[in-house]
């Protein structure tokens, strides 16, 4: 059984928050959890936040316009920051510009804390697919 960051299981999960555990066990695999928002209702002001909207968004929204590029193509976000701005924010950690966004340090790979670090555009125009592969 898979898990959430924090509990034991889904079903753990499901009855301390009073959802039915096919509702989690659905918006996960959608790549989405509508029962975060309960949490998170203060955090979306933060400046960080659109952001981490933006890079679910493209992930794992199939109407997305930069879907084929991200969702489409693998590029996913891991479950810890899917489901917690918190943790995207802790993990992260400050950005060293204001003008820094979220960048993948291996292009191939999903959005995770492993995989990530704040980065200009400058940097983020180097770091592409076209060029990480040939680069390898």
Not at 25 to 41: A, E, F, L, T
Not at 68 to 85: H, K, M
């Amino acid at each position: 059984m898979k898990q959430l960051p924090g509990y034991k299981s889904y079903a753990e999960f499901s009855r301390t928050q009073g959802l039915t555990r096919s509702k989690v066990s659905m918006d996960m695999s959608q790549g989405y959890c509508q029962w975060p928002r309960r949490q998170n209702k203060g955090l979306r002001k933060h400046p960080y936040y659109g952001s981490y909207r933006a890079m679910k968004y493209r992930c794992t929204n199939p109407n997305a316009s930069d879907y084929r590029w991200y969702g489409a193509l693998g590029i996913t976000v891991s479950p810890e920051w899917l489901c917690s701005f918190e943790q995207f924010l802790l993990d992260m950690g400050p950005k060293p510009d204001p003008t820094y966004t979220v960048d993948r340090i291996n292009p191939l790979e999903g959005y995770s804390k492993e995989n990530c670090r704040w980065a200009s555009i400058k940097t983020q125009r180097n770091n592409t697919r076209s060029h990480y592969v040939c680069s390898r």
